[in-house]
């Protein structure tokens, strides 16, 4: 097929030796297969910013640390090399997640390169070496269900325990080898420890798994492991091998108004804070 001009580079670089073909085109990125040597492998290529339908929006940014503190201050301000870098470090994201997760045991596409917003990664095939169904596209035995519920669940686990929520995990976002379930499509992914929204989040990749997976084990839809997940996370208790029930004891204590006021009159205290801070750091930058 005729070489996309984002590709071009790899190419004269040696790093592919051929595109094969347009594997998906989907809201943040378009897939190929490609060949580099003798193996087929992924190639994925972002769209640019003004071309995503998929936002950055700021609860997945939240707590994402970036060394350098110059490229940090730029990225809190809106000018254009600020936009620039906020748009590399998102696109990094993912990369960055690819690589930790694969540490950590979790199914995920194993990266190899990320070259000018493009990420050459594993090709995730099925038993005859095409490129694997998304989960969406498989249809699954009951006991198929609750076995890939069960995988998908641990490996959350592992993202949870290695820092990680995916942020964006539904059917879509699975891909079915001879192996079973492979988690993809990371840019997205927060940090649990350092964004508020983490575990709500952590909360809808689980509960849209278990919408998913209950249609063919109907017993599934009685669980509610991301709050059992969650609750292990905060108390420290959570760790790869640890066994899940599936159940979740809500805390029915009365709440203290006086005390949840003060938090929230804190928190708004610190916020009033930062915005000053902001505000002073804008009027000192050189212009």
Sequence with gaps: MKIPKRLQPLIDEGMIDE???QLMSGKEAQVYVVRCGDTLRCAKVFKEAKQR???QAVQYQEGRKVRNSRRA????????YGQREQEEAWLNAEVDALYRLAAAGVRVPQPYAFVDGVLLME???DEEGYAAPRLDNVTLSEAQARDYHGRIIADVVRMLYAGLVHGDLSEFNVLVDR???V???LPQAVDAAGNNNAARMLERDV??????FGHFAPDLLNTDYGREIWALYEAGELHPDVKLTGRFEYDTASVNVDDLMAVIDNALEEEADRRERARDDWEDEPR
Aim: charged share 30%.
């Design 123 to 125: 090709l995730i095939a």
């Design 53 to 55: 339908s998929f936002k």
């Design 179 to 181: 192996h079973g379930p």
């Design 183 to 185: 988690i993809i499509d």
């Design 207 to 212: 509960d849209n798994m278990r919408a998913y």
């Design 19 to 21: 595109v094969v073909a």
């Design 73 to 80: 201050r730029a990225m809190s301000k809106k000018t254009r």
